[in-house]
């Protein structure tokens, strides 16, 4: 079902607060959403926290049920990306290069003095561009090193689950 306050059909939860239907299928599909610019924290992250994406319990392990991995940068970075570790990831999922900066710089605001009003920015270009209510969106910081194994938890956890809608603590 689409759209706010409608029953989730295909899980047998409604609006009368009855249960979700037990199921043994895997569902939930990862949307991994990082922005990052400039060419200091993009190198921090093809360098550390892009290697962390492809340990073999991470990406690797749940490809099947990745959806999308969606890089969000400014436009005249787009270059950067050109690396051994972005071959590696395209080979293990669907990668979207987005810029979505031009709506910020008609603001303007010069580029350093937005800091997570940026970041939040490109969060909600991405997470908007996905309509599917099946996805589950994935927001890392771009410098952060990702535990092996973390990706098959968070399907586990959410295969354990009712459909929700999720707010990670910081």
């Known amino acids: 079902a689409e759209g706010f306050g409608e029953a989730d059909v295909e899980n047998g939860a409604g609006l009368d607060g009855s249960s979700p239907k037990a199921s043994t299928a895997l569902t939930a599909r990862l949307h991994f959403i990082v922005p990052v610019w400039g060419q200091d924290y993009i190198e921090r ?3 550390w926290g892009l290697p962390s994406f492809l340990a073999a319990q991470n ?8 959806h999308s991995f969606d890089i969000v940068t400014d436009h005249k970075d787009l270059n950067l990306f050109e690396h051994p ?5 395209r080979s293990v999922v669907s990668v979207k290069l987005r810029t979505p900066a031009d709506d910020l710089h008609r603001e303007g ?8 009003t940026k970041m939040t ?3 909600n270009a991405a997470v908007t561009a996905q309509d599917r ?7 890392p910081t771009p410098v952060g090193v ?4 973390l990706f ?9 689950v009712p459909p929700a809608v999720a707010f990670p603590g910081s």
């Open 109 to 116: 605001l010069p580029d350093d003095s937005l800091g997570y």
């Open 152 to 160: 098959p938890a968070i399907l586990r956890r959410l295969d354990a």
């Open 59 to 66: 990406l690797p392990a749940v490809a099947d049920r990745t």
């Open 133 to 139: 209510a099946e996805i589950a969106h994935v927001l």
């Open 85 to 89: 570790a972005m071959d590696r990831l």
């Open 45 to 47: 992250f093809l360098r």
């Open 121 to 123: 920015r490109y969060y």
């Open 146 to 149: 990702i535990s092996d194994g």
